[in-house]
């Protein structure tokens, strides 16, 4: 039951985020989600939309939802945007996850780090260092990320027993990458146009 849960919330929140704002304040913006959350329940081949999605995408890490939840809440008006260094600390965060996993489980490399996330002893000491320099960072959300995964893992939260499957799944591995190139290609964009200004006398 859990599990559908988690579907439908998945499902609310990526529509949520996926259809324009239609210029509402914040109460019109919370009517909207409330929408998206009861179209997942709308029947389709004998399961529920949300549970259709979930069919094809499996459920999303618990940060991933996370992620969700917090930029719907900022899109409602509830929430103020992360500042420019803290997100970008998080796309490098979990982009950094996903290259370390994702490779080796295409078969890429001969080290099989999914593994580790069955006994994840050393993991949680080195996300537990992680997580204690986004406290020192002020970076609230990846505390609450990492700290939520965690308990999330050790209370069984999800049918998977694998902790990696907690912290990142493909879509937040795409879109941190995506955005770490869309970052670095305006960064770069920046500095071309700053070299060809005239010099002014």
């Not at 919370?30 to 094809?56: D, T």
């Not at 799944?169 to 146009?193: E, K, M, N, S, T």
């Amino acid at each position: 039951m859990l599990e559908l849960w988690q579907a439908h919330l998945t499902f609310a929140l990526l529509l949520f985020l996926l259809i324009p704002g239609f210029g509402l304040l914040s109460g019109g913006r919370s009517l909207v989600l409330l929408g998206c959350l009861l179209i997942g329940f709308v029947p389709l081949a004998g399961l529920s939309l949300a549970a259709y999605v979930r069919s094809f995408t499996d459920d999303l890490a618990i940060t991933t939802l996370l992620a969700l939840l917090f930029a719907s809440l900022v899109r409602i008006g509830l929430l103020a945007r992360l500042k420019a260094p803290q997100g970008l600390q998080l796309l490098l965060l979990f982009g950094l996850l996903a290259l370390f996993l994702y490779p080796a489980t295409l078969g890429l490399t001969a080290s099989d780090p999914y593994r580790l996330g069955y006994s994840p002893r050393s993991l949680l000491v080195v996300l537990a260092l992680v997580a204690l320099a986004l406290l020192l960072a002020r970076n609230w959300l990846g505390v609450w990320m990492l700290g939520l995964a965690t308990l999330a893992f050790s209370l069984g939260l999800k049918s998977s027993g694998n902790y990696w499957d907690y912290l990142i799944d493909p879509l937040l591995a795409l879109y941190c990458w995506g955005a770490l190139i869309w970052h670095a290609v305006i960064r770069l964009g920046l500095r071309q146009r700053k070299t060809q200004l005239p010099m002014r006398l």
